[in-house]
Protein backbone atom coordinates (compact mmCIF):
# COMPACT_ATOMS: atom_id res chain seq x y z
CA UNK A 1 0.00 0.00 0.00
CA UNK A 2 0.90 3.66 -0.78
CA UNK A 3 0.53 6.48 1.62
CA UNK A 4 1.12 9.83 1.12
CA UNK A 5 3.78 12.00 3.22
CA UNK A 6 5.66 15.06 3.21
CA UNK A 7 8.91 15.35 2.16
CA UNK A 8 11.49 17.66 0.66
CA UNK A 9 12.80 17.26 -2.52
CA UNK A 10 16.31 15.58 -1.22
CA UNK A 11 14.66 13.31 1.13
CA UNK A 12 11.97 11.90 -1.51
CA UNK A 13 14.83 11.05 -3.75
CA UNK A 14 16.79 9.17 -0.94
CA UNK A 15 13.24 7.42 0.08
CA UNK A 16 13.19 6.60 -3.75
CA UNK A 17 16.62 5.25 -3.67
CA UNK A 18 15.84 3.07 -0.65
CA UNK A 19 12.43 2.35 -2.38
CA UNK A 20 14.54 0.68 -5.70
CA UNK A 21 16.46 -1.62 -3.09
CA UNK A 22 19.12 1.01 -2.90
CA UNK A 23 21.60 -0.94 -0.49
CA UNK A 24 24.71 1.11 -1.02
CA UNK A 25 25.08 4.81 0.16
CA UNK A 26 28.34 6.89 0.24
CA UNK A 27 28.47 10.80 0.10
CA UNK A 28 30.04 13.90 1.48
CA UNK A 29 27.82 16.96 3.54
CA UNK A 30 27.60 19.90 0.45
CA UNK A 31 24.98 22.58 0.90
CA UNK A 32 21.71 22.00 -0.67
CA UNK A 33 21.93 18.62 -0.76
CA UNK A 34 22.47 18.01 3.20
CA UNK A 35 18.78 16.23 3.96
CA UNK A 36 19.52 13.70 1.41
CA UNK A 37 22.67 12.28 3.41
CA UNK A 38 21.16 12.83 6.74
CA UNK A 39 17.79 10.95 5.91
CA UNK A 40 20.35 7.96 4.26
CA UNK A 41 22.08 7.96 7.23
CA UNK A 42 18.88 7.66 9.20
CA UNK A 43 17.06 5.13 7.22
CA UNK A 44 19.72 2.59 5.09
CA UNK A 45 20.98 0.86 8.39
CA UNK A 46 17.27 0.37 8.64
CA UNK A 47 16.71 -1.03 5.70
CA UNK A 48 19.37 -3.38 5.67
CA UNK A 49 22.19 -1.44 3.68
CA UNK A 50 25.13 0.40 4.38
CA UNK A 51 25.54 4.26 4.48
CA UNK A 52 28.99 6.13 5.13
CA UNK A 53 30.09 9.19 4.80
CA UNK A 54 33.00 9.62 3.31
CA UNK A 55 36.50 11.31 3.60
CA UNK A 56 36.26 13.21 -0.04
CA UNK A 57 33.91 13.25 -2.84
CA UNK A 58 36.63 11.21 -4.52
CA UNK A 59 36.38 8.51 -1.88
CA UNK A 60 32.31 8.51 -2.44
CA UNK A 61 32.26 7.52 -6.21
CA UNK A 62 34.89 5.23 -5.44
CA UNK A 63 33.12 3.36 -2.77
CA UNK A 64 30.13 3.49 -4.95
CA UNK A 65 32.14 1.76 -7.54
CA UNK A 66 32.94 -0.91 -5.28
CA UNK A 67 29.98 -1.56 -4.30
CA UNK A 68 28.87 -1.73 -7.71
CA UNK A 69 31.49 -3.99 -8.55
CA UNK A 70 29.76 -6.32 -6.37
CA UNK A 71 26.03 -6.27 -7.95
CA UNK A 72 25.16 -4.00 -5.26
CA UNK A 73 22.61 -1.23 -6.41
CA UNK A 74 24.52 1.61 -4.98
CA UNK A 75 24.39 5.59 -5.30
CA UNK A 76 25.72 8.92 -4.26
CA UNK A 77 24.66 12.45 -4.33
CA UNK A 78 26.48 15.94 -4.53
CA UNK A 79 25.63 19.19 -5.37
CA UNK A 80 27.94 20.89 -8.28
CA UNK A 81 31.57 21.21 -6.71
CA UNK A 82 31.02 18.02 -5.10
CA UNK A 83 30.26 16.82 -8.73
CA UNK A 84 33.34 18.08 -10.90
CA UNK A 85 35.66 15.94 -7.92
CA UNK A 86 32.80 12.88 -8.47
CA UNK A 87 33.82 12.80 -12.30
CA UNK A 88 37.03 10.80 -11.96
CA UNK A 89 35.06 8.19 -10.69
CA UNK A 90 31.99 8.50 -13.11
CA UNK A 91 34.64 8.05 -15.71
CA UNK A 92 35.73 4.70 -14.52
CA UNK A 93 32.65 3.64 -13.55
CA UNK A 94 31.58 4.58 -17.46
CA UNK A 95 34.85 2.69 -18.51
CA UNK A 96 34.32 -0.42 -16.49
CA UNK A 97 30.32 -0.82 -17.41
CA UNK A 98 29.12 -0.37 -13.83
CA UNK A 99 25.30 0.62 -12.84
CA UNK A 100 25.83 3.39 -10.42
CA UNK A 101 23.52 6.19 -9.39
CA UNK A 102 24.52 9.86 -8.87
CA UNK A 103 22.40 12.72 -7.91
CA UNK A 104 23.27 16.37 -8.46
CA UNK A 105 20.96 19.03 -6.37
CA UNK A 106 22.80 21.60 -8.35
CA UNK A 107 23.91 24.95 -7.20
CA UNK A 108 24.94 28.51 -8.25
CA UNK A 109 28.78 28.30 -9.73
CA UNK A 110 31.45 28.29 -11.44
CA UNK A 111 33.86 27.43 -8.67
CA UNK A 112 32.67 27.55 -5.04
CA UNK A 113 29.66 29.79 -6.29
CA UNK A 114 27.06 30.00 -4.15
CA UNK A 115 24.15 27.63 -2.65
CA UNK A 116 21.31 29.34 -4.91
CA UNK A 117 19.52 26.71 -7.31
CA UNK A 118 21.31 26.47 -10.66
CA UNK A 119 20.84 24.50 -13.81
CA UNK A 120 24.50 25.35 -14.80
CA UNK A 121 25.64 21.58 -14.98
CA UNK A 122 23.79 20.48 -17.75
CA UNK A 123 27.35 20.21 -20.00
CA UNK A 124 28.92 18.18 -17.33
CA UNK A 125 25.87 16.14 -16.87
CA UNK A 126 24.90 15.50 -20.59
CA UNK A 127 28.63 15.71 -22.18
CA UNK A 128 30.44 12.96 -20.17
CA UNK A 129 31.65 15.25 -17.56
CA UNK A 130 35.30 13.41 -16.95
CA UNK A 131 37.80 12.31 -19.46
CA UNK A 132 36.70 10.09 -22.39
CA UNK A 133 34.19 9.26 -24.83
CA UNK A 134 30.95 8.23 -22.73
CA UNK A 135 27.88 9.32 -21.70
CA UNK A 136 25.53 8.92 -18.05
CA UNK A 137 22.17 8.59 -18.81
CA UNK A 138 20.74 12.43 -16.93
CA UNK A 139 17.04 12.19 -15.70
CA UNK A 140 15.72 15.59 -14.24
CA UNK A 141 12.81 15.52 -12.08
CA UNK A 142 10.69 18.59 -11.40
CA UNK A 143 8.24 17.82 -8.36
CA UNK A 144 9.46 16.36 -5.47
CA UNK A 145 7.06 13.44 -6.23
CA UNK A 146 9.01 13.19 -9.56
CA UNK A 147 12.09 13.12 -7.74
CA UNK A 148 10.79 10.29 -5.70
CA UNK A 149 9.54 8.06 -8.89
CA UNK A 150 12.71 8.74 -11.21
CA UNK A 151 14.49 6.76 -8.18
CA UNK A 152 13.38 3.25 -9.50
CA UNK A 153 13.22 3.84 -12.69
CA UNK A 154 17.16 5.08 -12.40
CA UNK A 155 18.28 1.67 -10.71
CA UNK A 156 16.71 -0.01 -13.29
CA UNK A 157 18.31 1.96 -16.46
CA UNK A 158 21.42 1.61 -14.75
CA UNK A 159 21.27 -2.05 -14.31
CA UNK A 160 19.70 -2.45 -18.01
CA UNK A 161 22.20 -0.97 -19.52
CA UNK A 162 25.41 -1.31 -16.91
CA UNK A 163 25.42 2.62 -17.40
CA UNK A 164 26.06 5.61 -14.50
CA UNK A 165 23.16 7.12 -14.25
CA UNK A 166 22.65 11.51 -13.22
CA UNK A 167 19.45 12.38 -11.63
CA UNK A 168 19.93 16.34 -11.98
CA UNK A 169 17.76 18.03 -9.95
CA UNK A 170 18.78 22.02 -8.07
CA UNK A 171 17.83 24.03 -4.86
CA UNK A 172 14.95 24.83 -5.24
CA UNK A 173 13.92 20.90 -5.79
CA UNK A 174 16.26 19.44 -3.15
CA UNK A 175 14.72 21.70 -0.35
CA UNK A 176 10.70 22.38 -0.58
CA UNK A 177 8.73 20.26 0.58
CA UNK A 178 5.67 18.66 -1.14
CA UNK A 179 3.16 16.02 0.14
CA UNK A 180 3.62 12.44 -2.05
CA UNK A 181 2.57 9.24 -2.32
CA UNK A 182 5.47 6.69 -1.39
CA UNK A 183 5.51 3.73 -2.92
CA UNK A 184 6.82 0.03 -0.99
CA UNK A 185 8.52 -1.57 -3.18
CA UNK A 186 7.57 -5.44 -2.42
CA UNK A 187 10.27 -6.58 -4.03
CA UNK A 188 13.02 -4.28 -2.00
CA UNK A 189 14.75 -7.02 -0.73
CA UNK A 190 14.66 -9.57 -3.28
CA UNK A 191 16.71 -6.25 -5.35
CA UNK A 192 19.48 -5.99 -2.61
CA UNK A 193 21.31 -9.03 -4.55
CA UNK A 194 20.38 -9.25 -8.17
CA UNK A 195 22.19 -11.94 -9.92
CA UNK A 196 24.49 -10.44 -12.37
CA UNK A 197 27.42 -12.97 -13.41
CA UNK A 198 30.10 -10.37 -13.84
CA UNK A 199 29.99 -9.12 -10.19
CA UNK A 200 32.83 -9.45 -7.74
CA UNK A 201 31.23 -12.02 -5.13
CA UNK A 202 34.77 -14.59 -5.30
CA UNK A 203 34.99 -17.01 -7.85
CA UNK A 204 33.36 -20.29 -6.47
CA UNK A 205 31.94 -22.83 -8.83
CA UNK A 206 33.10 -20.19 -12.20
CA UNK A 207 35.93 -18.02 -13.41
CA UNK A 208 37.44 -15.34 -11.80
CA UNK A 209 35.48 -11.95 -12.69
CA UNK A 210 37.75 -8.95 -13.13
CA UNK A 211 36.13 -5.39 -13.34
CA UNK A 212 38.78 -3.35 -15.26
CA UNK A 213 38.74 -0.18 -17.91
CA UNK A 214 42.18 -0.28 -18.94
CA UNK A 215 43.00 -2.61 -22.40
CA UNK A 216 46.72 -2.20 -23.75
CA UNK A 217 46.03 -4.33 -26.57
CA UNK A 218 46.25 -3.04 -30.09
CA UNK A 219 43.17 -2.22 -30.77
CA UNK A 220 41.39 -3.86 -27.74
CA UNK A 221 40.19 0.33 -26.23
CA UNK A 222 38.92 0.59 -29.65
CA UNK A 223 36.73 -2.14 -29.43
CA UNK A 224 35.47 -1.36 -25.87
CA UNK A 225 34.54 2.23 -27.32
CA UNK A 226 32.81 0.61 -30.29
CA UNK A 227 30.84 -1.11 -28.18
CA UNK A 228 29.84 1.59 -25.44
CA UNK A 229 28.74 3.77 -28.93
CA UNK A 230 26.91 1.39 -29.82
CA UNK A 231 25.21 0.90 -26.43
CA UNK A 232 24.51 4.53 -26.44
CA UNK A 233 22.89 4.40 -29.82
CA UNK A 234 20.02 1.84 -28.35
CA UNK A 235 19.76 4.05 -25.28
CA UNK A 236 19.38 7.26 -27.52
CA UNK A 237 16.66 4.80 -29.92
CA UNK A 238 15.11 3.91 -26.51
CA UNK A 239 15.29 6.01 -23.30
CA UNK A 240 13.92 9.77 -24.46
CA UNK A 241 11.35 10.74 -22.25
CA UNK A 242 9.26 14.17 -21.79
CA UNK A 243 6.45 15.97 -20.68
CA UNK A 244 4.19 17.78 -23.57
CA UNK A 245 1.56 20.78 -23.18
CA UNK A 246 -0.37 21.91 -26.31
CA UNK A 247 2.20 20.96 -29.03
CA UNK A 248 -0.72 19.88 -31.72
CA UNK A 249 -1.85 24.04 -31.26
CA UNK A 250 1.39 26.09 -30.06
CA UNK A 251 2.74 28.67 -31.93
CA UNK A 252 5.57 28.95 -29.53
CA UNK A 253 7.23 25.64 -27.37
CA UNK A 254 8.48 26.29 -23.92
CA UNK A 255 11.67 24.10 -23.78
CA UNK A 256 12.50 23.81 -20.24
CA UNK A 257 13.00 20.81 -17.27
CA UNK A 258 13.04 20.62 -13.45
CA UNK A 259 11.66 23.59 -11.67
CA UNK A 260 12.25 25.52 -14.49
CA UNK A 261 9.98 23.72 -16.31
CA UNK A 262 6.96 23.66 -13.57
CA UNK A 263 7.42 27.75 -13.13
CA UNK A 264 7.42 28.11 -17.59
CA UNK A 265 4.19 25.79 -17.22
CA UNK A 266 2.33 27.79 -14.84
CA UNK A 267 3.59 31.23 -17.50
CA UNK A 268 1.76 28.38 -20.13
CA UNK A 269 -1.59 28.49 -18.19
CA UNK A 270 -1.55 31.71 -17.60
CA UNK A 271 -1.05 32.95 -21.44
CA UNK A 272 -3.45 29.89 -22.65
CA UNK A 273 -6.12 31.73 -20.27
CA UNK A 274 -5.47 34.68 -22.82
CA UNK A 275 -5.79 32.77 -25.50
CA UNK A 276 -2.35 32.60 -26.92
CA UNK A 277 -1.25 29.70 -28.66
CA UNK A 278 1.84 28.58 -26.71
CA UNK A 279 3.09 24.91 -25.73
CA UNK A 280 5.39 23.33 -23.84
CA UNK A 281 8.63 20.48 -24.08
CA UNK A 282 10.06 19.09 -20.74
CA UNK A 283 12.56 16.85 -21.21
CA UNK A 284 12.81 14.51 -18.68
CA UNK A 285 15.74 12.71 -20.27
CA UNK A 286 18.45 15.31 -20.78
CA UNK A 287 20.89 12.76 -22.23
CA UNK A 288 19.16 10.82 -24.40
CA UNK A 289 17.93 14.58 -25.30
CA UNK A 290 14.51 13.77 -26.59
CA UNK A 291 15.11 15.40 -30.34
CA UNK A 292 13.11 12.80 -31.87
CA UNK A 293 9.85 15.14 -30.67
CA UNK A 294 11.44 17.49 -31.87
CA UNK A 295 12.37 16.23 -35.49
CA UNK A 296 8.68 14.73 -35.34
CA UNK A 297 7.34 18.07 -34.90
CA UNK A 298 8.95 20.14 -37.31
CA UNK A 299 8.79 17.05 -39.94
CA UNK A 300 4.74 18.05 -39.49
CA UNK A 301 4.04 14.97 -38.00
CA UNK A 302 1.98 16.98 -35.83
CA UNK A 303 0.04 18.37 -38.38
CA UNK A 304 1.31 22.19 -38.26
CA UNK A 305 1.43 24.40 -40.92
CA UNK A 306 3.67 26.34 -39.66
CA UNK A 307 6.91 26.03 -37.78
CA UNK A 308 6.60 26.40 -34.14
CA UNK A 309 8.96 28.96 -32.91
CA UNK A 310 11.02 27.32 -29.66
CA UNK A 311 12.02 29.71 -26.50
CA UNK A 312 14.09 27.65 -24.28
CA UNK A 313 14.43 28.61 -20.79
CA UNK A 314 17.08 27.85 -18.46
CA UNK A 315 18.96 28.98 -15.44
CA UNK A 316 22.44 28.64 -17.35
CA UNK A 317 23.43 30.64 -19.86
CA UNK A 318 22.40 28.66 -22.56
CA UNK A 319 23.86 25.04 -21.92
CA UNK A 320 20.30 22.83 -23.13
CA UNK A 321 19.90 25.90 -25.58
CA UNK A 322 22.55 23.89 -27.62
CA UNK A 323 20.42 20.66 -27.83
CA UNK A 324 17.33 22.22 -28.89
CA UNK A 325 19.40 23.69 -31.78
CA UNK A 326 20.96 20.52 -32.73
CA UNK A 327 17.43 19.07 -32.67
CA UNK A 328 15.80 21.86 -34.69
CA UNK A 329 18.91 21.92 -36.84
CA UNK A 330 18.19 25.35 -38.46
CA UNK A 331 14.25 24.15 -39.43
CA UNK A 332 12.92 26.84 -36.94
CA UNK A 333 13.86 29.85 -34.82
CA UNK A 334 15.00 28.95 -31.51
CA UNK A 335 14.84 32.22 -28.91
CA UNK A 336 16.40 31.81 -25.25
CA UNK A 337 15.66 33.25 -22.11
CA UNK A 338 18.44 32.32 -19.23
CA UNK A 339 19.67 33.62 -16.30
CA UNK A 340 22.49 31.76 -13.23
CA UNK A 341 24.22 32.38 -10.22
CA UNK A 342 20.81 32.69 -8.33
CA UNK A 343 19.25 34.13 -10.85
CA UNK A 344 16.06 32.24 -11.55
CA UNK A 345 13.61 33.40 -14.61
CA UNK A 346 10.00 34.20 -13.29
CA UNK A 347 6.64 33.34 -15.00
CA UNK A 348 6.50 37.25 -15.58
CA UNK A 349 9.81 37.23 -17.07
CA UNK A 350 8.42 33.90 -19.33
CA UNK A 351 5.56 35.99 -20.44
CA UNK A 352 7.18 38.93 -21.59
CA UNK A 353 9.64 37.17 -23.46
CA UNK A 354 6.97 35.38 -25.42
CA UNK A 355 5.29 39.02 -26.62
CA UNK A 356 8.77 40.52 -27.28
CA UNK A 357 9.33 37.44 -29.70
CA UNK A 358 5.79 37.69 -31.14
CA UNK A 359 3.77 34.79 -29.14
CA UNK B 1 56.45 -39.50 -3.55
CA UNK B 2 55.14 -36.58 -1.18
CA UNK B 3 55.06 -33.57 -3.27
CA UNK B 4 57.25 -30.80 -1.46
CA UNK B 5 56.70 -27.88 -4.17
CA UNK B 6 54.06 -26.56 -6.77
CA UNK B 7 53.02 -23.55 -8.84
CA UNK B 8 50.45 -21.74 -6.48
CA UNK B 9 47.09 -22.42 -7.92
CA UNK B 10 45.76 -19.04 -7.33
CA UNK B 11 48.89 -17.53 -9.33
CA UNK B 12 48.48 -18.08 -12.98
CA UNK B 13 51.34 -20.19 -14.74
CA UNK B 14 52.24 -17.43 -17.49
CA UNK B 15 55.33 -14.83 -17.94
CA UNK B 16 54.66 -11.47 -15.72
CA UNK B 17 55.62 -7.82 -17.57
CA UNK B 18 57.62 -7.50 -14.50
CA UNK B 19 61.46 -5.81 -15.16
CA UNK B 20 64.40 -8.38 -14.21
CA UNK B 21 64.85 -8.28 -10.20
CA UNK B 22 61.61 -6.53 -9.40
CA UNK B 23 59.58 -7.50 -6.33
CA UNK B 24 56.73 -7.43 -7.72
CA UNK B 25 56.81 -10.95 -8.70
CA UNK B 26 58.38 -12.36 -5.15
CA UNK B 27 55.32 -10.55 -3.91
CA UNK B 28 52.46 -12.11 -6.03
CA UNK B 29 54.17 -15.06 -5.38
CA UNK B 30 53.97 -14.90 -1.71
CA UNK B 31 50.12 -13.35 -1.59
CA UNK B 32 49.26 -16.45 -3.86
CA UNK B 33 50.77 -19.11 -1.52
CA UNK B 34 49.04 -17.90 1.25
CA UNK B 35 46.30 -17.67 -0.47
CA UNK B 36 46.37 -21.43 -1.27
CA UNK B 37 47.68 -22.38 2.18
CA UNK B 38 44.20 -20.53 4.13
CA UNK B 39 42.02 -22.34 1.21
CA UNK B 40 40.49 -18.43 0.85
CA UNK B 41 41.01 -18.07 -3.34
CA UNK B 42 36.77 -18.38 -3.72
CA UNK B 43 36.34 -16.15 -1.26
CA UNK B 44 38.86 -13.42 -2.13
CA UNK B 45 38.53 -9.99 -3.67
CA UNK B 46 41.44 -8.59 -4.92
CA UNK B 47 41.84 -4.38 -5.24
CA UNK B 48 45.19 -4.04 -8.19
CA UNK B 49 46.31 -0.39 -8.05
CA UNK B 50 47.67 2.45 -10.68
CA UNK B 51 51.40 1.04 -11.02
CA UNK B 52 53.41 -1.08 -12.45
CA UNK B 53 51.03 -3.75 -10.95
CA UNK B 54 48.12 -2.57 -12.80
CA UNK B 55 47.44 -5.57 -14.39
CA UNK B 56 47.75 -7.80 -11.83
CA UNK B 57 44.83 -9.37 -12.20
CA UNK B 58 46.18 -10.71 -15.46
CA UNK B 59 48.67 -13.51 -13.19
CA UNK B 60 45.93 -13.60 -10.00
CA UNK B 61 43.74 -16.44 -11.06
CA UNK B 62 40.93 -14.96 -8.30
CA UNK B 63 38.26 -11.99 -8.34
CA UNK B 64 39.90 -8.29 -8.98
CA UNK B 65 38.74 -4.99 -9.47
CA UNK B 66 40.78 -1.93 -10.71
CA UNK B 67 40.74 1.07 -8.89
CA UNK B 68 41.26 4.65 -10.09
CA UNK B 69 44.82 5.83 -9.00
CA UNK B 70 45.26 5.93 -5.00
CA UNK B 71 41.04 4.74 -4.43
CA UNK B 72 42.45 1.31 -3.94
CA UNK B 73 41.16 1.65 -0.14
CA UNK B 74 37.78 3.32 -1.07
CA UNK B 75 36.77 0.71 -3.41
CA UNK B 76 37.99 -1.80 -1.20
CA UNK B 77 36.20 -0.53 1.88
CA UNK B 78 32.42 -0.72 0.01
CA UNK B 79 33.39 -4.39 -1.39
CA UNK B 80 34.10 -5.39 2.18
CA UNK B 81 31.03 -3.47 3.90
CA UNK B 82 28.71 -5.19 1.46
CA UNK B 83 30.06 -8.59 1.27
CA UNK B 84 31.77 -9.19 5.03
CA UNK B 85 31.59 -12.62 4.02
CA UNK B 86 34.51 -12.27 1.50
CA UNK B 87 38.37 -11.43 2.08
CA UNK B 88 39.32 -8.41 0.63
CA UNK B 89 43.20 -7.04 -0.16
CA UNK B 90 44.44 -4.28 -2.05
CA UNK B 91 47.89 -3.91 -3.32
CA UNK B 92 49.33 -0.77 -3.83
CA UNK B 93 52.77 1.24 -4.49
CA UNK B 94 53.81 4.10 -3.09
CA UNK B 95 52.62 6.36 -4.97
CA UNK B 96 49.15 5.29 -4.91
CA UNK B 97 49.04 4.69 -0.97
CA UNK B 98 50.99 7.21 0.18
CA UNK B 99 50.35 10.15 -2.35
CA UNK B 100 47.64 10.38 -4.42
CA UNK B 101 45.77 8.01 -1.97
CA UNK B 102 46.65 9.45 1.04
CA UNK B 103 43.33 10.41 2.19
CA UNK B 104 41.61 7.32 1.26
CA UNK B 105 44.49 5.32 3.15
CA UNK B 106 44.34 7.26 6.35
CA UNK B 107 40.70 7.01 6.70
CA UNK B 108 40.07 3.58 6.23
CA UNK B 109 42.73 2.53 8.30
CA UNK B 110 41.05 5.62 10.69
CA UNK B 111 37.34 3.68 10.12
CA UNK B 112 39.23 0.32 10.99
CA UNK B 113 37.68 -1.10 7.82
CA UNK B 114 38.76 -4.87 7.98
CA UNK B 115 40.49 -4.99 5.47
CA UNK B 116 44.41 -6.38 4.04
CA UNK B 117 46.81 -4.19 2.97
CA UNK B 118 49.60 -4.86 1.06
CA UNK B 119 52.10 -1.97 0.89
CA UNK B 120 55.23 -1.98 -1.65
CA UNK B 121 57.76 0.57 -0.62
CA UNK B 122 60.44 0.80 -3.52
CA UNK B 123 60.85 4.84 -3.20
CA UNK B 124 60.32 5.15 -6.73
CA UNK B 125 57.52 6.02 -9.44
CA UNK B 126 58.10 2.93 -11.73
CA UNK B 127 55.31 2.65 -14.67
CA UNK B 128 55.70 6.41 -15.33
CA UNK B 129 60.00 5.77 -15.78
CA UNK B 130 61.39 7.07 -12.40
CA UNK B 131 60.05 10.27 -10.43
CA UNK B 132 60.36 10.70 -6.92
CA UNK B 133 57.76 9.35 -4.89
CA UNK B 134 56.83 9.89 -1.29
CA UNK B 135 59.69 7.56 0.45
CA UNK B 136 62.05 8.25 -1.69
CA UNK B 137 64.80 8.71 0.21
CA UNK B 138 66.78 11.92 0.70
CA UNK B 139 70.21 11.78 -1.96
CA UNK B 140 68.47 9.76 -3.85
CA UNK B 141 68.27 10.53 -7.72
CA UNK B 142 65.21 10.39 -9.90
CA UNK B 143 64.16 11.50 -12.72
CA UNK B 144 62.50 14.52 -11.05
CA UNK B 145 65.22 15.10 -8.46
CA UNK B 146 68.09 14.83 -11.30
CA UNK B 147 70.10 15.83 -8.00
CA UNK B 148 68.76 13.76 -5.71
CA UNK B 149 66.27 14.15 -3.48
CA UNK B 150 66.22 17.39 -1.04
CA UNK B 151 64.61 17.94 2.19
CA UNK B 152 64.25 21.55 1.63
CA UNK B 153 62.24 20.91 -1.22
CA UNK B 154 60.90 18.24 -1.63
CA UNK B 155 60.96 17.64 2.29
CA UNK B 156 61.84 13.83 3.85
CA UNK B 157 60.73 10.10 3.01
CA UNK B 158 56.56 9.66 4.46
CA UNK B 159 56.66 7.03 6.94
CA UNK B 160 53.05 6.31 6.57
CA UNK B 161 53.32 3.04 8.20
CA UNK B 162 54.17 4.56 11.34
CA UNK B 163 51.68 7.36 11.09
CA UNK B 164 49.17 4.76 10.61
CA UNK B 165 49.77 2.60 13.46
CA UNK B 166 49.46 5.38 15.96
CA UNK B 167 45.39 5.46 14.74
CA UNK B 168 43.47 3.45 17.52
CA UNK B 169 41.62 1.30 14.73
CA UNK B 170 44.76 -0.29 12.80
CA UNK B 171 45.34 -3.93 14.65
CA UNK B 172 48.42 -4.64 12.34
CA UNK B 173 51.16 -2.58 10.98
CA UNK B 174 54.85 -4.34 10.12
CA UNK B 175 57.59 -3.64 7.61
CA UNK B 176 59.50 -5.87 5.88
CA UNK B 177 62.01 -6.53 3.23
CA UNK B 178 62.32 -9.01 0.27
CA UNK B 179 66.32 -8.67 -0.07
CA UNK B 180 67.41 -11.70 1.10
CA UNK B 181 65.79 -15.10 0.93
CA UNK B 182 65.40 -15.07 5.11
CA UNK B 183 63.73 -11.78 5.10
CA UNK B 184 61.40 -13.32 2.17
CA UNK B 185 60.47 -15.27 4.88
CA UNK B 186 59.42 -13.19 7.15
CA UNK B 187 57.66 -11.10 4.39
CA UNK B 188 55.67 -14.43 3.76
CA UNK B 189 54.88 -14.82 7.39
CA UNK B 190 53.35 -10.82 8.20
CA UNK B 191 51.24 -11.39 4.99
CA UNK B 192 50.32 -14.33 6.54
CA UNK B 193 49.72 -12.84 9.42
CA UNK B 194 47.62 -9.36 7.88
CA UNK B 195 45.10 -11.81 6.19
CA UNK B 196 44.39 -14.29 9.02
CA UNK B 197 43.55 -11.11 11.18
CA UNK B 198 40.66 -10.51 8.12
CA UNK B 199 39.59 -13.33 8.38
CA UNK B 200 39.23 -13.42 12.19
CA UNK B 201 37.85 -10.34 12.42
CA UNK B 202 40.85 -8.15 14.15
CA UNK B 203 40.48 -4.87 12.01
CA UNK B 204 42.84 -3.16 9.72
CA UNK B 205 46.01 -4.98 8.64
CA UNK B 206 49.26 -3.49 6.96
CA UNK B 207 52.27 -5.22 5.47
CA UNK B 208 54.76 -2.97 3.84
CA UNK B 209 57.40 -4.09 1.44
CA UNK B 210 60.47 -2.73 0.86
CA UNK B 211 61.23 -4.03 -2.76
CA UNK B 212 63.35 -3.56 -5.51
CA UNK B 213 63.49 -1.27 -8.54
CA UNK B 214 66.25 -2.09 -10.06
CA UNK B 215 65.55 -0.45 -13.64
CA UNK B 216 65.02 3.34 -12.18
CA UNK B 217 67.35 2.62 -9.38
CA UNK B 218 70.21 2.26 -12.37
CA UNK B 219 71.31 -0.87 -10.52
CA UNK B 220 71.53 -4.60 -11.15
CA UNK B 221 69.17 -6.85 -9.12
CA UNK B 222 72.32 -7.95 -6.90
CA UNK B 223 73.04 -4.05 -6.26
CA UNK B 224 69.50 -3.30 -5.80
CA UNK B 225 68.86 -5.76 -2.93
CA UNK B 226 72.29 -4.86 -1.15
CA UNK B 227 70.82 -0.96 -1.38
CA UNK B 228 67.61 -1.91 0.46
CA UNK B 229 69.51 -3.65 3.25
CA UNK B 230 72.09 -0.82 3.17
CA UNK B 231 70.17 2.06 2.61
CA UNK B 232 66.32 1.95 2.49
CA UNK B 233 66.14 -0.23 5.52
CA UNK B 234 68.11 2.17 7.47
CA UNK B 235 65.32 4.83 6.71
CA UNK B 236 62.82 2.68 7.02
CA UNK B 237 63.49 -0.06 9.93
CA UNK B 238 62.43 -3.10 9.22
CA UNK B 239 59.47 -4.84 11.85
CA UNK B 240 56.53 -5.02 13.66
CA UNK B 241 55.34 -1.64 14.29
CA UNK B 242 51.93 -2.58 15.31
Redesign the interface.
Known sequence: MSKKILLSGNEAIAQGALDAGC??Y?GYPITPQNELISYMAANMPKAGG?F?Q???E???I??????S??G?R?MTSSSSPGMSLKQ??IS?IAG?QLPAVIVNIMRGGPGLGNITPAQSDYFQATRGGGHGDYHCIVLAPSTVQEAHDLMPLSFDLADKYRNPIIVLGDGMLGQMMEPIFVMRHASRVARKRITKKWA??????RN???????Y?KEGALEKLNLLLQKKYKIIKEKEQRYESLHLDTAEVIIVAYGIMARIAKAAVNKLRAKGKKVGLIRPITLWPFPETLITQILSGLHKKKHSPLFLVVEMSYGQMLEDVKLAVNGKAKVEFLGRAGGGIPTEEEIISKIKRIGG | MKKVFSHPRSLRNIPTHYCPGCGHGITHRLITEIIDELNIRERVIAIAPVGCAVIAYDYWDFDCSEAAHGRALAVATAIKRVRPENIVFTYQGDGDLAAIGTNETIHAANRGENLTVIFINNAIYGMTGGQMAPTTLLGQRTSTTPNGREAKFQGYPLKISEMLAVLPAVKYVERVSLHNPQEVLKAKKAIKQAFQNQIDNIGFSLVEILSPCPTYWEMNPKQAMDWIRDAMAKEFPLGKIK
Open positions: YFAVIAESLAANMVFGAATTAEGYTLTGCKEPNVIKSLL
